[in-house]
């Protein structure tokens, strides 16, 4: 297990903190507390996923955490502001009904209340306010807003997502 499809997105190390390798970490997730107990991460590093030991993790608030890495020095902890970093994929407990994380449904089909099948999960652009779907249609590309209020069920049997795009969004894309 070293490919990138393997581990989900976490957080990033935005910046050092104090004079002892120290570093600000971003947790890109609703429940930063769930990983401060957390006693090792993996750091993207030229392509390769390296595993990193935590001493200690101590939360900040809003989504910050100061980490120390075990056995680090100072100039190798600085080397790593602005990596991302990750966690196995095995880590994520399960969701049911219609939450779902966005490696689960790449590649299920999407049907849309009026217009049908209108392709295949291919993808999502996060963005700062919301995560946008990307579905291939052919050798087109159609853009839904990743929001409740336009996803409506998620069939995990059927590997299918019904949503209900905003009247006339599909037709700027066929």
Known sequence: MNQREDFFYLGTITKPFGYK?????????????????????????????????????????????????RDLSVEDARALVKHDLFLPVSMLPPLSGNQFYFHEVIGFKVIDKEKGDIGTCAGFIEMPHQSIMQIACGDKE??????????????REKRTLYVEAPEGLIDIYL
């Open 21 to 69: 390798g120290q570093l600000f970490v971003y947790l890109d997730t609703d429940q930063p507390e769930k990983y401060l107990s957390l006693t090792s991460v993996f750091v993207e590093e030229d392509g390769e996923m390296i595993p990193y030991m935590i001493d200690q993790i101590q939360y900040r608030g809003s989504q910050v955490a100061v980490v120390c890495f």
């Open 142 to 155: 159609i853009l839904v807003p990743a929001v409740d209020a336009y996803l409506k069920i998620v069939d």
